[in-house]
Every structure is written in C-alpha cells, then in structure tokens.
C-alpha cells in the first residue's frame, strides 16, 4: 500500500476590517476518498490530514504548518469525490497578502497556485465575490479543531459537481469571441452589397 502526499492548490484574500474576507483558500486533491476514511486535525498553526482510497488502494498523507496562524472555529471544510476543499480563516486581520502558505520559505512541489481562484492582492476589491454557497450548514470545524469529520453532514452539501467560477468565467470569455467575428463578416457583406450597386449602377 503505498503513502502519497496529495497535491495543495492554495488562494487567499485579505482585509484589515471584514474578516470574512481574510481567508486562504486550500484544495487537496484526493480523488476517491470516501468521508469516512478522512481524517483532519485542523490547529491555529497548520492541519494533519490522512485520507484512505479503497479503489486506489493509496493513503494520503499531508502535514503543513502555515506562515501564519488561522481560528479553526471560523474555517470551513467541504468535501467532494475529487478532494477536500477549505476556507481558513486567517486570525489576523491584515490588508497584505501571506508572502506564501507555508512558515519555511522553502518551495515544495506538491504546494501550488490555484489560479483559478487566485486575485493579486490590489485587484481584489474590485474581484466578484467568491461563491461559496457549498460549504453551507457546517458552522465552522466541531468541536474547535475538527479532529475529524464527525458531526459535519456531507448530504446537505449538495453533489460533487465543479467549482463555481472556474470554467465558466472561461467560457464567458470565450462566448465574446464570435461575437468579433460576426461584426466582421457583416461588415465585409455590407462593403459588398456598396460594391454591387456601383457595378449595377
């Protein structure tokens, strides 16, 4: 049975007033990992997470200690057949951005920018608000720390369906594409209906 360390992508937000908007933004992929073989210890100064798939026959195992401290009473976790979203909220409030996620400034490569999600830290004010409609009904981690996922009733949390605003903000982009095109076309067919009434006339 072999033991991996599971891919993290990883966003933030910041705000010294609203701290509801001074949070890091966690995916750990662990595809095919029932909520029953989870288990996470969520502390102020970084998570134990292990993770069990049947059908991979593979353990995750990850330990990260953050750059700096979060309240485990105000984080939120959602967990999907593809892997373990969570909300942290970072404990200070503070209009920077963390330099990075974790305290050793030392690149990891199983740690990555989740682009999607990812707003430069002067940009953010203007940013749509995020969705995160998914992780309703839990009312922060039980029990403070959230020794495991006990007490958290997955069934209100809805399927396993994509992030919002990840492709689709593609996609909307892209929908203005044709739009381009056509007024090209349209004025090449105009230009051509002007040329054959000179030549008619």
Do not use: C
């Amino acid at each position: 049975m072999s033991q991996v360390t599971p891919e993290v992508l990883w966003a933030q937000r910041s705000s010294n007033t609203e701290p509801e908007k001074n949070f890091v933004y966690l995916t750990i992929s662990v595809p095919d990992v029932p909520k029953e073989n989870l288990k996470l210890d969520l502390q102020p100064t970084g998570l134990t997470f292990t993770g069990y798939s049947e059908t991979l026959k593979r353990t995750y195992h990850l330990e990260l200690t953050f750059y700096a401290e979060i309240d485990p009473a105000e984080s939120k976790v959602h967990h999907t057949a593809r892997n373990v979203e969570l909300k942290l909220r970072k404990k200070e409030l503070n209009d920077e951005y963390w330099p990075r996620l974790l305290k050793e400034s030392k690149k990891v490569q199983f740690v990555k920018t989740d682009f999607d999600k990812w707003v430069d830290e002067d940009e953010q004010n203007e940013a749509p608000e995020d969705d995160f409609s998914q992780f309703g009904g839990m009312g922060g981690m039980p029990g403070g720390a959230g020794a495991d996922f006990g007490g958290i009733d997955f069934s209100k949390l809805g399927g396993a369906g994509g992030l919002p605003g990840g492709e689709d903000e593609e996609d909307e982009s892209d929908d203005d594409m044709p739009a381009l095109e056509g007024e090209e076309e349209a004025k090449e067919e105009a230009q051509e209906e002007k040329d054959a009434t000179k030549v008619a006339a």
